[in-house]
């Protein structure tokens, strides 16, 4: 089956740019979908549809892709920003959804 | 308002079988395009998706866990239900279910379908 690879660990300054960015083969094929999770709470989808936001969620996060690795961006991070984030695509070869392993971002 | 919400045994034996029910409001599992999934965390761990079931009835399952998983809906009650088999320590875990938007494909590109709402969980606990 497929994978989607994140880094475990990323760091921001309060204020500066991250990105957090997911490798996988599906996302020749497929965008990916991001997902926040906060401690103790279910995650929250921040960007689908490759850059589309729901409703409520702040335009500092957006996606892009390019190739196999597809990225979340939060430009000028908060400290309400500290979160772990998980990519979300579909699996090529059974066509059902994966997740990758998950990206603990801390503001610093 | 989309909610979600997991009810089910908080302690489960090994060899036992887990039954979780996610009950729903503020959509309706007969419309098309949607489905209702279910998605797992280990303490400390990632999600792990584990079934989806459409609006049509169609199910997926986790090829990992396909054998052990069971999922069914009552469209009228606005249930979704997760058995799953064999539960070991190893699936102890908060378990979520979440309403589902299924992808598409264009000419150009195709769109995962993705998760939202999810409910708030539920923590199994698999011991003797």
């Known amino acids: 089956s497929s994978e989607l690879t994140q880094d475990p660990v990323v760091s921001v300054a309060l204020g500066q740019t991250v990105r957090i960015t997911c490798q996988g083969d599906s996302l020749r094929s497929y965008d990916a979908i991001w997902y926040q999770q906060k401690p103790g709470q279910a995650p929250v989808v921040v960007i689908h549809?490759?850059?589309s936001r729901p409703s409520g969620i702040p335009d500092r996060f957006s996606g892009s892709s390019s190739g196999k690795t597809a990225s979340l961006t939060i430009t000028g991070a908060q400290a309400e920003d500290e979160a772990d984030y998980y990519c979300s695509s579909r699996d090529i070869n059974n066509n059902v959804p994966l997740f990758g392993g998950g990206t603990k971002l801390t503001v610093l | 308002q989309i909610t979600l919400k997991e009810s089910g045994p908080a302690l489960v034996k090994p060899t036992q079988t887990l039954t979780l029910t996610c009950t729903f409001s503020?959509?309706?599992?007969?419309?098309?395009?949607?489905?209702v999934g279910w998605i797992r965390q280990p303490p400390g761990g990632a999600l792990e998706w584990l079934a989806l079931?459409?609006?049509?009835?169609?199910?997926r399952y986790s090829p990992s866990l396909s054998s052990r998983l069971s999922i069914t809906k009552d469209t009228s009650e606005n249930q979704v239900f997760l058995t799953m088999t064999n539960m070991d320590p190893v699936d102890t875990a908060t378990y979520y279910c979440a309403r589902y938007t299924s992808g598409y494909c264009t000419p150009y590109t195709c769109y995962s379908g993705w998760f939202d709402p999810w409910g708030q969980g539920t923590l199994v606990t698999v011991s003797s």
């Open positions: 503020g959509f309706s599992l007969s419309t098309s395009g949607v489905g």
């Open positions: 549809d490759k850059n």
């Open positions: 079931i459409f609006w049509d009835a169609n199910k």
